[in-house]
């Protein structure tokens, strides 16, 4: 499992440690959660990020 | 009142446009001390917009059933010349130079803007508790939430200030204020309501749609805002038939999912859905069991999905955190921290949960389930206690609770609408899901459960 506070002092340093602290118990739940669904996933499933090909878009 | 009634009171001649802005006006101004449903009200606008109506009915010009018919925006559907905060501090000065899609419908089709609505900060949340322009009360009883993200519009249209309001649904924004309000939101399918000019939070699960009195109505307002639109690339090629051609429940294939949505429900909205079950039998509906694929799972790669979409769109604001709010600064910093290769496992897992829900349409042709398994909790509150096996209490996060029927229903991308589940005490909600741009269906069918 991740070690949230690692990674969060690597890459988001300006996190302060105590809002670290409150949000890992979420982050450990969510990914125990999330590992076992993820390992089901076999190569022929695309994601359903869209793109589109086209002009336009937000301004 | 309702669109259909007040559509006809137009065309009469009993009443006018400016008639019903003026009344409009007079019902905002004195709820807004209490519920706090909008940030900006805009009183000149409407009233300018109402002459115009008022003047296209005298010159016979008749736009459709929404024209001189008092409306809202949630304060995320970007308005040219008129503030659109979302809802935080970051845009508290953003007046936009454009119109949002449905704005731009809106206008064309005689409607009249009252104002913009509160909204949880961002639309990342269901409280609707906003630290930056005040919570919005319940109108059933202001000591509580009235559910969010749209909060305002609920309130606004349930408290009678205005006949509809505009509403985003990313998680359930749409369906849970409807819910605890106690009237009708609808959640499109995705890509039916362009997307374009509104602020995004997850753009892959960002729905737009209304809040009405009744499901009829809503049918009205979705006639006026949906399409294709090339802006938003999402949007679907092809107009959807409105017309279902459905005027009883008889023989309609009615899904009861028999797992996750019969859990941890709270007394008085078990007792109302199943009464709803019941009375869809008596109409002639069939009740089919159905096996519903993993909610709880979709629940957690919607979670995912969000997340990693709201903190990228927002990260350009990291500099400013003393600026959100806490609860959903804390949101922000747990998607910074998410892999990207979860991001994409979790839209991989999306399109493996889609295949297995589109055999459910095999054996039914909508879904009911309560919209949320809780009454309208109170503000502030932040979890709710449930009975557990072994007698002792355990809690539940009441973001997590509300949320929990609704999300998965944005993960797939399905058309699902709230209605008024009971008639007495607080409101609940009864979820009507369809498949796939079955739009029309399940708006027909939630007309027929309202009576």
């Known amino acids: 499992m991740t070690d949230w506070k690692a990674l969060a002092a690597a890459r988001c340093p300006d996190i302060p440690s105590d809002a670290v602290e ?3 118990p979420s982050l450990e739940k969510l990914e125990a959660a999330f590992r076992p669904l993820a390992a089901q996933l ?18 | 009142m309702k669109i259909e009634d007040l559509a006809r009171r137009l065309r009469a001649r009993v009443v006018s446009a400016v008639e019903l802005a003026q009344e409009s006006l007079r019902r905002i101004h004195a709820e807004q001390p209490h519920l706090n449903a909008f940030i900006t009200i805009t009183d000149e606008l ?4 109402a002459r115009q109506a008022d003047e296209d009915f005298a010159k016979g010009i008749d736009r459709g059933p929404l024209q001189g018919i008092p409306y809202a925006l949630k304060d995320l559907f970007r308005t040219r010349g008129v503030r659109t905060t979302g809802g935080t501090k970051i845009y508290a000065d953003h007046v936009p130079d454009y119109d949002c899609a449905v704005y731009e419908k809106l206008r064309a089709a005689g409607a009249v803007l009252m104002g913009k609505t509160g909204l949880h900060e961002l639309a990342y949340g269901v409280t609707s508790n906003n630290p930056h322009y005040g919570a919005v009360r319940n109108p059933h009883d202001p000591s509580r939430i009235p559910g969010g993200s749209s909060g305002g519009s609920g309130a606004a249209v349930a408290a009678g200030m205005v006949s509809f309001a505009m509403g985003s649904d990313t998680g359930g924004s749409i369906r849970i204020p409807a819910a605890y309000c106690g009237c009708v939101g609808f959640k499109p399918t995705y890509g039916v309501v362009s997307r374009y000019g509104t602020m995004p939070l997850g753009g892959s699960l960002d729905h737009m749609g209304p809040m009405t009195q009744t499901a009829r109505d809503s049918a009205l ?20 038939n409105w017309e279902s051609g459905r005027d009883s429940l008889k023989g309609l294939r009615v899904g009861v999912p028999e797992n996750f949505y019969g859990a941890r429900v709270c007394p008085e909205v078990a007792d109302a859905f199943s009464q709803a079950l019941k009375r869809a039998e008596a109409a002639g509906a069939g009740l089919i069991p159905v096996r519903a694929p993993d909610p709880e799972a979709i629940n957690v790669i919607g979670r995912i999905i969000l997340m990693s979409e709201a903190s990228a769109l927002m990260e350009r604001y990291e500099d400013r955190r003393a600026d959100f709010g806490a609860d959903v600064l804390a949101l922000l910093d747990q998607g910074r921290l998410l892999a990207a290769a979860d991001y994409i496992n979790a839209q991989r897992l999306r399109t493996k949960m889609r295949g297995e829900w589109d055999a459910v349409w095999s054996q039914a042709d909508v879904i009911f389930t309560p919209t949320a398994p809780i009454l309208a909790p109170l503000i502030g509150q932040t979890e709710v206690e449930w009975q557990a096996n072994n007698k002792e209490t355990e809690g539940e996060d009441v973001r997590l609770a509300t949320t929990r029927f609704v999300r998965a229903i944005n993960v797939l991308g399905l058309p699902a609408v709230s209605i008024p589940l009971k008639k007495s005490g607080l409101p609940a909600g009864l979820q009507i899901i369809g498949r796939g741009f079955d739009d029309a269906r399940v708006l027909a069918v939630a007309g027929l459960m309202e009576g």
């Open chain 1, 22 to 24: 409150r949000i890992v």
């Open chain 1, 42 to 59: 076999t190569e022929d499933v695309e994601a359903a990020v869209v793109f589109t090909n086209v002009a336009g878009g937000e301004r």
């Open chain 2, 46 to 49: 409407a009233l300018t917009q």
């Open chain 2, 221 to 240: 307002v979705m006639r006026a805002i949906g399409g294709f639109d090339l802006r938003d690339g999402s949007s679907v090629v092809g107009a959807l």
